[in-house]
């Protein structure tokens, strides 16, 4: 005989917490935006090329000239998430290419059997 009251049985075990957070990709970048007041050149040549999100600089940079740095990190969208290929769209090559199989080699001529 089972019986429970609140979160709590009498049988069994309490049910296991499941984490709603999904896995981030290592591969996420972000882009830095330069302050409008003053940021020095560094700041500005960052600005220009996407940072894997683990190897980003702590903002202010280092020898960041300005007397408030207000550069700030901007998100990018992780560009491989979605699908990379056609054949990732669930067809089989072999469906969408039985015309071009290529099990027989076919010579240089026409006339050669196929």
Not at 37 to 53: D, F, M, S, T
Not at 66 to 85: Q, S, T, V, W, Y
Request: with cysteine; glycine share 8%.
């Amino acid at each position: 005989m089972a019986f429970q009251i609140g979160k709590w049985s009498r049988l069994g075990s309490a049910p296991a917490k499941t984490q709603g957070k999904k896995q981030l990709s290592p591969y996420r970048t972000v882009l830095i935006v330069p302050g409008a007041g003053g940021c020095y050149a560094k700041a500005r040549e960052l600005a220009q090329k996407p940072i894997l999100i683990n190897e980003a600089p702590v903002l202010p940079l280092p020898g960041c000239d300005a007397i408030k740095c207000n550069c700030r990190f901007n998100r990018r969208p992780d560009r491989r998430e979605g699908l990379r290929r056609a054949a990732d769209d669930g067809l089989t090559s072999a469906f969408v290419f039985e015309n071009e199989r290529r099990t027989h080699k076919r010579g240089r001529r026409k006339s050669d059997p196929a």
